[in-house]
């Protein structure tokens, strides 16, 4: 009976790593670290909402959890929160910063036509480069 779920498990794990997974498991090392990652990105969403505050026709959206933010662009009309958008989007490519268009996440229908900004990532280990990359863009939306 085992043997049909093994074949589509694959092949067996070894001893040597089961043993390993089961130590640190048990340690408590990988609650260690799953609270230092949430504590490390709650910081970032904070950071992120303070870093972007008050710059004109910007704002941040309310965050709970995750690893990316939302920058939505507000005033003007449609068609200029749009022109922003690729504009910021092209000079973030070109800068590396890798902002990506908020208007790509979903079909342009009814009122998302008119929704534009950027959607940015929160992940990596270097905290001194997140924050040299949100001071770029800060001053790409200023």
């Not at 704002?59 to 009309?77: K, N, Q, S, Y």
């Amino acid at each position: 009976m085992l043997e049909p779920i093994r074949h589509e498990l694959g092949g067996p794990v070894s001893t040597i790593v089961q043993e390993a997974l089961a130590q640190y498991l048990t340690s408590g090392a990988l609650r260690r670290h799953t609270a230092k990652m949430l504590r490390r990105y709650a910081t970032r969403r904070d950071v992120v909402s303070d870093r972007l505050a008050g710059i004109p026709g910007v704002r941040v959206r309310p965050m709970d959890g995750g690893l990316h933010a939302v920058i939505e662009f507000t005033g003007g009309d449609a068609a200029s929160r749009r022109a922003r958008e690729a504009a910021v989007v092209r000079r973030g490519d070109d800068e590396l910063l890798g902002a990506e268009a908020l208007g790509g996440y979903w079909q342009q229908r009814g009122a998302a036509a008119r929704i534009a900004g950027l959607v940015i990532g929160m992940g990596g280990s270097d905290d001194a480069e997140f924050e040299t990359a949100l001071g770029r863009l800060r001053e790409m939306l200023s």
